[in-house]
């Protein structure tokens, strides 16, 4: 287990929106957005490196989130401030203290997820 984040390193995991329809993060390659929940689809699974400190998709290899101005993006892992991220309560806060969220608070198929200042809402 890793105190960070209570689960089994590089083992893979969904994040899944406490939202009503429960959808979960997907990536294209480079872009972090809300889809709904297919077990077998690996754009969907992601891993905690320990030695990077950072969460990697399992289908792009040596791709990591990465914060870009507010927006959640998909880049190569070079584990700098931008790309660490910690659980806490039951939100991943990255390093300046924002929370992954869903953009215009909206449960929809492809809505994007932005990093903003954590306020308890679903999203």
């Not at 429960?22 to 809300?34: D, F, K, P, V, W």
């Not at 990697?56 to 914060?67: A, D, I, P």
């Not at 880049?75 to 309560?89: I, N, V």
């Amino acid at each position: 287990m890793n105190e960070d984040f209570g689960f089994k390193i590089n083992e893979p995991f969904y994040i899944r929106s406490k939202m009503p329809m429960r959808r979960c993060i997907e990536t294209n390659g480079s872009n972090a957005y809300l889809n709904t929940l297919e077990r077998e689809k690996k754009s969907q699974h992601w891993v905690f490196d320990e030695r990077t400190k950072t969460i990697k998709s399992v289908q792009y290899e040596g791709k990591s989130f990465s914060m870009t101005g507010n927006n959640l993006v998909i880049t190569t892992t070079s584990a700098r401030w931008f790309q660490l991220f910690r659980y806490q309560g039951s939100n991943i806060v990255n390093e300046r203290g924002k929370v992954m969220d869903i953009s215009g608070n909206k449960d929809a198929l492809n809505q994007n997820i932005h990093m903003w200042k954590k306020h308890n809402g679903l999203n």
